[in-house]
């Protein structure tokens, strides 16, 4: 079955269609049959029936020596014509016509008296032959059936619903065509991509379902071209990166022969190096892979706070109450130890941290007193690999702390806004949304 079966969705559903014009005009015609005309034929059965007993009965009470003035009277012959059938056979309308003129001699058959035979005759003229008694002697007489148009009726009746199927099918493949031309620009479009090309977006046509795919798929581009300029800025940005940290080390080297190498240097653009490429696998990488667990952020803060006070890096703490939340915590352990990391790096002074909640959503602000950044930076300084001019272009960086951060906030179904602070200096504000519970809503992908 499946061999017969049309692959295109075009072809499927127009067999379909056909499908279901048909049974419904089949199931028209078995109603029309069974329910409209058949009653009307046993109705005609139930009349002609009372006129055959009621014509027997009177001719029976002829007289003997009127019997063959009143046999002569109604067309009355001792033997009937021999080419009289009792179910004709015919051609176009054959089924129609022999299903009603059963019906119609069953029923006579049924409300007449045992004992009186019926034929049919079809030509020159349609006739019922009956056998009645006239006088006591059995004669044929013949009851002419009015001709009728049910052969025509019926021929435009199924001329008629040939046509409203053909018109339905018509529809039905505009409608279609309509429906299919939007997915083979996707199918194209898809094609298109897995061979490594770059389709325009697709335009949002026909149904609303159609729309959505549509949409959906135009944002996924928007996606994947995101993603192939993070990749491209990333190999850029390792490559420029790592060259200054290099440039020293061969540099260390080339002294070190001459026996006048620092190790502590040495050993401090290592650390470069590890930090830079740490630094990019955390952001290629992202947290898609790590388990939600419960936890208190108002802890892991605290907590941080206290390495960083071992570190001689004073953050002044504003925590209210926050409910026990499901989040990744390596993950969110990175997005405050960035953030924390930035503002003592870059800031210096005035370094605070505070949480609090707002309806279903927690927030965590980190900010400092440092030189802060321009109103333009403030637009760039959440991208990946962007420095900016002032303090953080003279520290050695790759452009991705904050990168990394708002990117692990989206993965928990929030953002990360950076802003100018009343007063000078930066707020680094992370917003998270709660569900019930106190649940945060996890996300396993985000837009770079």
């Known amino acids: 079955m499946k061999k017969f079966w049309p692959r295109s969705l075009l072809a499927r559903n127009s067999v379909l269609l056909i499908l279901l014009v048909t049974l419904t005009q089949i199931t028209t015609f078995t109603v029309f049959l069974v329910f409209i005309q058949k009653p009307r034929v046993n109705d005609a059965a139930s009349l002609i029936a009372s006129q055959i007993i009621m014509l027997d009965k009177l001719l029976a009470t002829v007289p003997a020596t009127d019997r063959d003035r009143y046999a002569q009277a109604v067309?009355?012959?001792?033997?009937?014509?021999?080419?009289?059938?009792?179910?004709?056979?015919?051609?176009?309308?054959?089924?129609?016509?022999?299903?009603y003129l059963k019906v119609f001699l069953d029923s006579l058959h049924q409300q007449l008296p045992p004992g009186i035979p019926l034929r049919w005759e079809q030509a020159p003229e349609k006739k019922l032959w009956v056998e009645v008694q006239i006088a006591d002697q059995p004669y044929w007489v013949a009851l002419a059936v009015e001709p009728s148009n049910h052969l025509s009726s019926l021929i435009s009746a199924i001329l008629l619903s040939v046509g409203l199927a053909?018109?339905?099918?018509?529809?039905?493949?505009?409608?279609?065509?309509?429906?299919?031309?939007?997915?083979?620009?996707?199918?194209?479009?898809?094609?298109?991509?897995?061979?490594?090309?770059?389709?325009?977006?697709?335009?949002?046509?026909?149904?609303?379902?159609?729309?959505?795919?549509?949409?959906?798929?135009?944002?996924?581009?928007?996606?994947?071209?995101?993603?192939?300029?993070?990749?491209?800025?990333?190999?850029?940005?390792?490559?420029?990166?790592?060259?200054?940290?290099?440039?020293?080390?061969?540099?260390?080297?080339?002294?070190?022969?001459?026996?006048?190498?620092?190790?502590?240097d040495v050993g401090?653009?290592?650390?470069?190096?590890?930090?830079?490429?740490?630094?990019?696998?955390?952001?290629?990488?992202?947290?898609?892979?790590?388990?939600?667990?419960?936890?208190?952020?108002?802890?892991?803060?605290?907590?941080?706070?206290?390495?960083?006070?071992?570190l001689g890096q004073h953050f002044t703490l504003s925590?209210?109450?926050?409910?026990?939340?499901?989040?990744?915590?390596?993950?969110?352990?990175?997005?405050l130890t960035n953030l924390m990391q930035n503002a003592a790096k870059y800031g210096r002074t005035g370094l605070e941290v505070a949480s609090w909640r707002e309806g279903d959503v927690a927030k965590i602000a980190v900010q400092d007193r440092g030189p802060g950044v321009t109103e333009e930076e403030l637009l760039?300084?959440?991208?990946?690999?962007?420095?900016?001019?002032?303090?953080?272009?003279?520290?050695?960086?790759?452009?991705?702390?904050?990168?990394?951060?708002?990117?692990?906030?989206?993965?928990?179904?929030?953002?990360?806004?950076?802003?100018?602070?009343?007063?000078?200096?930066l707020t680094v504000m992370v917003t998270l949304p709660l569900v019930e519970g106190g649940k945060l809503v996890v996300s396993t992908s985000v837009r770079h």
């Open 75 to 99: 067309g009355g012959v001792i033997q009937p014509p021999a080419h009289l059938i009792e179910i004709p056979t015919l051609g176009l309308a054959g089924f129609y016509r022999r299903y």
């Open 166 to 264: 053909l018109l339905a099918l018509l529809t039905a493949y505009g409608l279609q065509r309509r429906i299919n031309r939007p997915l083979t620009s996707l199918a194209q479009a898809a094609t298109d991509v897995g061979k490594g090309g770059w389709p325009r977006p697709l335009s949002p046509e026909g149904p609303s379902e159609i729309r959505t795919v549509s949409l959906t798929f135009n944002r996924m581009l928007d996606g994947l071209a995101e993603m192939e300029n993070a990749r491209a800025q990333m190999l850029a940005g390792i490559s420029h990166d790592l060259r200054t940290p290099l440039t020293k080390l061969r540099l260390a080297m080339a002294i070190g022969g001459q026996g006048s190498a620092n190790p502590d």
């Open 268 to 310: 401090r653009y290592f650390e470069d190096v590890d930090t830079i490429l740490q630094q990019f696998i955390d952001y290629a990488r992202g947290s898609a892979t790590e388990l939600s667990q419960p936890g208190d952020i108002n802890q892991m803060i605290t907590e941080l706070n206290y390495d960083f006070t071992g």
């Open 319 to 335: 925590l209210t109450p926050l409910p026990v939340c499901y989040f990744r915590p390596v993950s969110m352990m990175r997005l």
């Open 380 to 425: 760039l300084i959440t991208k990946p690999f962007h420095r900016g001019k002032g303090a953080a272009a003279r520290h050695n960086g790759s452009g991705l702390g904050l990168a990394i951060a708002r990117q692990i906030a989206q993965q928990h179904g929030g953002d990360l806004s950076v802003s100018q602070r009343a007063g000078g200096g």
